[in-house]
């Protein structure tokens, strides 16, 4: 007795791109990585990536891509100077792992 081989998944359908809606997404909004890989449907390691091309095709249309930095939740250090959108692992004063993740928006 032969089975009929199993059928591939079907891809879902998007209307847009994956990066339209990661800039739909943060436009006028703060919005956090995780939150955006919710709000478009993709892991959220993918997100910085893109996030770091979306940086420069508004750049080149006038606007900016705001980023509040990440904070360390123990003693309260700010990641000012990182240039990485990717969350930092470990506070270097505390070395706390426990970090509020930056937030990007697009102004």
């Known amino acids: 007795m032969t089975k ?3 059928q591939p998944p079907r891809p879902t ?3 847009e ?3 339209h809606g990661i800039i739909s997404a943060i436009d006028g909004q703060a919005c956090s990585a995780r939150e955006i890989s919710a709000i478009v449907g ?4 993918e997100v ?3 996030l770091a091309h979306i940086q420069k095709t508004v750049g080149k249309k006038g606007g900016t891509v705001k980023v509040t930095a990440a ?8 990641f000012k100077k990182r240039a990485k959108l990717k969350k930092p692992g ?6 706390g792992e426990s970090i ?4 990007f928006e697009i102004r």
């Open 13 to 15: 359908d998007r209307v």
């Open 42 to 45: 993709i892991p959220e390691k």
């Open 4 to 6: 009929n081989p199993a």
């Open 100 to 103: 509020r993740a930056p937030f």
């Open 71 to 78: 904070e360390c939740k123990k003693c309260g250090f700010v």
């Open 48 to 50: 910085c990536g893109h």
């Open 90 to 95: 470990r506070c270097p004063v505390c070395r």
């Open 17 to 19: 791109t994956i990066r």
